[in-house]
């Protein structure tokens, strides 16, 4: 099935270290979305983008959705050990009909105390 | 506020078996989707529901079915297993679904073919 482009698709950085990961895609999406899922669990929400060029923040986290629609990335500044995880882009068209979540690849995060 | 339930979390099949899973979205959430998750193929999305409808589906097999109950609460069918259906499947609840509608998933169901 169509997926988003992610990437990239691992990173091995240092704590303290900032990281950024993008997603493009060759459709628009109306909402973008930035999980994180941990082994054994379910995605987690971690940032909810509904407006071309939105800029939104939560706690060291920044994700922006792209002017065209068809990108997002994710900032993580400041990383410490329990962020490690695998992070997924999505993006949501929605519409009277019914909506679905397409989902990136995801990048895996391990982070080096 | 509770949130996504999924049961069972594990699940041993044997290839042609048929199984059930269950899902309970958060209190006032109407619509429920299910997507699997596989190594391979990542997430990949199967159905959602809303107001015991099926409003969209994936591309998936007949043999992949779901329903939605008046309470909202959701299961999704599998039926003649096949080892490749081994995977996380997981629930997801929002409110409408629509723009706007965050999604929150459940822990999911490990289901194993062997």
Known sequence: ?113 | KAGVTQTPRYLIKTRGQQVTLSCSPISGHRSVSWYQQTPGQGLQFLFEYFSETQRNKGNFPGRFSGRQFSNSRSEMNVSTLELGDSALYLCASSLEGRQGGGYTFGSGTRLTVV
């Open chain 1, 1 to 113: 099935g169509q997926q988003l482009n992610q990437s990239p698709q691992s990173m091995f950085i240092q704590e303290g270290e900032d990281v950024s990961m993008n997603c493009t895609s060759s459709s628009i999406f109306n909402t973008w979305l930035w999980y994180k899922q941990e082994p054994g669990e379910g995605p987690v929400l971690l940032i909810a983008l509904y407006k071309a060029g939105e800029l939104t923040s939560n706690g060291r986290l920044t994700a922006q959705f792209g002017i065209t629609r068809k990108d997002s990335f994710l900032n993580i500044s400041a990383s410490i050990p329990s962020d490690v995880g695998i992070y997924f882009c999505a993006g949501l068209r929605g519409g009277t009909s019914g909506s679905r979540l397409t989902f990136g690849e995801g990048t895996q995060l391990t982070v080096n105390p």
